[in-house]
C-alpha cells in the first residue's frame, strides 16, 4: 500500500491556530464507518450519538511544558531542546536544536541556571540524551521555564497553556496533547456518565513521532515510534464488561485506541497493565477491541489517516475529508471531530 493513497488537498488557511473559547462549540462529522454516510453536527451532539451501555475511552495523560530555551556554557550560544521521554531519574531524551552545538559533554544552562543539562550520549535519530542537575523539584522548575510543544503546523502563541490540556489530564508525560479529548467540557462529561456511559481512563504519553512523516513509499515498511502506555485493573474491568454486556467501546483519539489494541488479547480482553507499544493500524488491520471512535482530522499521508482508515475504509475516509474541505472544517488540533461510528448501533438523535 503506498503513502500517496492516504493523499488530500488541504488548503492552508483550514489549519487551525488558536482554540475556540468554548471546547464543545466545535463541529463534528459523523461518519457511518460501514456506509460512508455523513451528518454535519457540533460535538456537543456527541451525546446524542452514544447510548447507556457504552464505553468511552479517554487518555488521561498531561503535556509537559517540554520546551526548553537555553545557553551552552561557555559560548552563550542559544539552543533549544524538547523533552522526549524520560530514561531514568534525572536523565531525558531529547530533541535539540542545532544538534551540531551539542556534542557530548556540552553543559546547557537554563533560566540563567535555575536548570542546568550535560549532554552525555547521542542515540537513534540525533537525539540527545541530557542528565539534568537541579536544585528543587524538577516538575515545578520545568512550569516555571518551560513552554507547551506546540506542532510544528501551530504558528500562533498559546494565551492560556491548559488549552493544551484536556479537561481530564492527569499523569504527567506527554510532549503532545491527545487533541481528540480537547473537545471534551466537564460538563458535558457529566452528561455523558448521567446517560448510562460509562467512561474508562486509559494512559499513554504522546510522543513527538506522532507528527513525524512516513518517509517510505510503501507504508508497510515505516517503522513506528515508541509510546508507553498504562491500563489499570479497574478501568480494564470497565470496558470488559461493557464489550461482554454488549456495549460499544468509543475511544477518544487515535491513542486512546493505540492503547486499548496494544493492550488487548486476540480475542478482545483488554489486559491491564504497562508498557511500550509501536502498534502501527492501517487498511487491513482487524481490531480486537474498539467498536467507534472520536477524532480530529489529520495529516495528509499521515500514519493517523491511515488508523482511522483502517477503521472507515480508506475511500470512505477520503470522502469525507474532502467533504469536510468543501465545508471548510478546521484541521489539526484545535480543529474540529469526526465520529466514526455504525449508524444502525445509534443512540437517540434529536
Not at 249 to 266: M, N, P
Not at 271 to 281: H, L, M, V
Amino acid at each position: 500500500m503506498n503513502v500517496r493513497d492516504f493523499y488530500f488537498d488541504l488548503p492552508q488557511e483550514l489549519i487551525a491556530q488558536d482554540p475556540l473559547e468554548d471546547r464543545s462549540a466545535s463541529r463534528l462529522l459523523v461518519l457511518d464507518k460501514h456506509t460512508g454516510e455523513m451528518e454535519h453536527r457540533h460535538f456537543k451532539d456527541i451525546l446524542d450519538y452514544l447510548k447507556k451501555g457504552d464505553c468511552l475511552v479517554i487518555n488521561d495523560t498531561k503535556v509537559i511544558p517540554a520546551r526548553l530555551f537555553g545557553v551552552k556554557e561557555g559560548t552563550e550560544a542559544k539552543i533549544e531542546i524538547l523533552l522526549l521521554k524520560r530514561r531514568e531519574n534525572d536523565i531525558w531524551e531529547t530533541l535539540v536544536k542545532p544538534g551540531k552545538k551539542a556534542k557530548v559533554g556540552t553543559v546547557i544552562s537554563f533560566g540563567e541556571g535555575l536548570l542546568k543539562g550535560t549532554v552525555i550520549d547521542v542515540v537513534e535519530e540525533g537525539n540527545r540524551l541530557i542528565q539534568f542537575s537541579y536544585e528543587g523539584i524538577f516538575e515545578e522548575i520545568l512550569d516555571q521555564l518551560g513552554q507547551m510543544p506546540l506542532p510544528p503546523y501551530i504558528t500562533h502563541q498559546l494565551q492560556d497553556k491548559n488549552r493544551y490540556q484536556t479537561v481530564y489530564a492527569k499523569n504527567e508525560g506527554s510532549a503532545a496533547a491527545p487533541t481528540a479529548g480537547l473537545h471534551f467540557t466537564k460538563e458535558l462529561l457529566k452528561k455523558i456518565q448521567e446517560k448510562g456511559v460509562e467512561i474508562a481512563h486509559v494512559t499513554l504519553h504522546v510522543g513527538l513521532g506522532t507528527f513525524r512523516p512516513v518517509k517510505v513509499d510503501e507504508i508497510e515498511a515505516h517503522h513506528m515510534h515508541s509510546e508507553f502506555y498504562i491500563v489499570e485493573e479497574e478501568e480494564a474491568k470497565k470496558v470488559n464488561d461493557a464489550k461482554r454486556n454488549g456495549g460499544r467501546i468509543v475511544c477518544v483519539g487515535t491513542t486512546s485506541c493505540r492503547t486499548v489494541e496494544s493492550a488487548s488479547t486476540e480475542d478482545g480482553i483488554l489486559k491491564a497493565g504497562s508498557g511500550w507499544t509501536e502498534i502501527f493500524i492501517y487498511p487491513g488491520y482487524r481490531f480486537k477491541i474498539l467498536d467507534c471512535l472520536i477524532t480530529n482530522f489529520h495529516l495528509p499521508e499521515s500514519t493517523l489517516i491511515m488508523l482511522v482508515s483502517a477503521l472507515a475504509g480508506r475511500d470512505h475516509v477520503l470522502h469525507a475529508y474532502e467533504e469536510a474541505v468543501r465545508e471548510r472544517y478546521r484541521f489539526f488540533s484545535f480543529g474540529d471531530a469526526m465520529f466514526l461510528t455504525d449508524q444502525k448501533d445509534r443512540g437517540t438523535v434529536s
